[in-house]
């Protein structure tokens, strides 16, 4: 029989690496950007900044982790204020967006955009990295702000599968077309653009890798417009024409890919299942969150443990070991648990057919982070 679910854990084979412990500068300028939003009491409600401002909830106190605060530290390379301003961004961001902290991206308003399957969640990679699958040959609805809501909200989904110690996903890119969507048409520029805005701005550090196949002429050019608005970090974690059996275990592999789940996607019966676990999922985290004191600093290792803390914990702006990724990957480690296990291994650089091709490229200034 066809598989329709998500999976809920990693395969058995699937490891999360071991943690780096953070050196002593690292771990001065993570302790000074704690400091900041232990003490930090209130944002403004949207990214114009009028003078209305409101508390930082609860939901955005968990989102205040360790391994946050740690992506963005490796995001801006170890600068304090650059780091501090692009959470608090992210932080008025979320707010406008209608992510937290009552969040408006409901699994109703975006359900029309997945009706043909063209983004969903399935398995894990080699690392216990979820898998979210984008599939441009089904496309099945118009351009619209909406498109960037259902995306948004899959990043968050994906997130909510994370399993304990993991703190990244793995993109798989599809570029074959299909029958069942009405428009197969490639993002606008303008579209790619936001895309990537949104997640260079405000999710760095997340894509652990991107495997990207069936990539058509179109493809290769909208991929070699856009390539100047990529972050070389994010680069180097883009892996082309590669077999995906190299990085996911063939168990939690579509088969058309060639893994061995023979995966069909039934809207009306993956959308609730997903929705459902995902939900599960964050509500065991927002309960450790209350278990562990409800305060910012503490670590995605607990709050995505399925332990049952008996006692509570509480964020410090004294030094922690917190563990890191080498070179332009890292994480952490909570006060009151074992080290986080995150680490990336070197992914391939980019692919000699996107640098090679010769096409006009439009004058851009490329951000300095991931």
């Not at 029989?1 to 999360?16: L, N, R, T, W, Y």
């Not at 993956?270 to 929705?275: E, G, I, K, Q, S």
């Not at 990336?344 to 951000?367: C, D, F, G, M, R």
Request: aromatic residues 8%; hydrophobic residues 35%.
């Amino acid at each position: 029989m066809p598989h329709v679910d998500p999976f809920k854990e990693p395969s058995p084979k699937a490891q999360i690496p071991s943690p780096v412990a953070l050196d002593e500068h690292q771990q001065s300028k993570y302790n000074a950007v704690l400091k900041h939003f232990v003490e930090l009491k209130e944002l403004p409600t949207g990214e114009k900044h009028t003078s209305t401002t409101a508390l930082i909830s609860d939901a955005e106190k968990s989102w205040l982790t360790k391994e946050c605060f740690l992506r963005y530290l490796r995001a801006t390379k170890w600068n304090v204020d650059h780091c501090i301003k692009r959470i608090e961004g992210t932080l008025v961001w979320r707010r406008s967006f209608g992510v937290d902290p009552d969040s408006s991206l409901t699994p109703e308003l975006v359900a029309p955009e997945n009706e043909t399957g063209k983004e969903v969640i399935l398995g894990f990679d080699n690392d216990s990295r979820p898998c979210l699958y984008l599939k441009p040959g089904r496309q099945n609805t118009k351009a619209s702000h909406r498109q960037v809501q259902h995306l948004v909200f899959m990043l968050e989904r994906v997130i909510d599968f994370m399993p304990s110690g993991q703190d990244q996903l793995a993109l798989l890119i599809d570029f074959k077309p299909t029958k069942v969507g009405i428009n197969s048409k490639l993002p606008s520029i303008s579209t790619g653009r936001e895309v990537l805005s949104i997640l260079q701005d405000h999710y760095p550090e997340r894509l652990g890798k991107a495997l990207l196949t069936n990539i058509p002429w179109l493809g290769w050019t909208f991929l070699k417009i856009i390539h100047p608005f990529i972050d070389p970090l994010t680069r180097e974690k883009l892996v082309y024409q590669e077999p995906f059996p190299n990085y996911v275990p063939i168990e939690q592999l579509d088969s058309d890919f060639g893994g061995d789940v023979k995966f069909d996607y039934v809207h009306d019966e993956y959308w609730p299942v997903m929705t459902k676990i995902a939900a599960a999922r964050r509500a065991n985290y927002m309960k450790n969150f209350k278990l562990l004191g409800s305060t910012v600093g503490l670590s995605e290792v607990d709050l995505r443990s399925d332990n049952n803390f008996s006692g509570t914990g509480t964020s410090s702006t004294t030094a922690v070991s917190v563990p890191t990724r080498p070179a332009a990957t890292q994480s952490s480690s909570s006060d009151s648990s074992a080290a986080s296990s995150i680490v990336n291994t070197k992914t391939p650089t980019i692919a000699e057919k996107l640098e090679s091709l010769q096409i006009a490229e439009e004058p851009a200034t490329t951000k300095t982070t991931s």
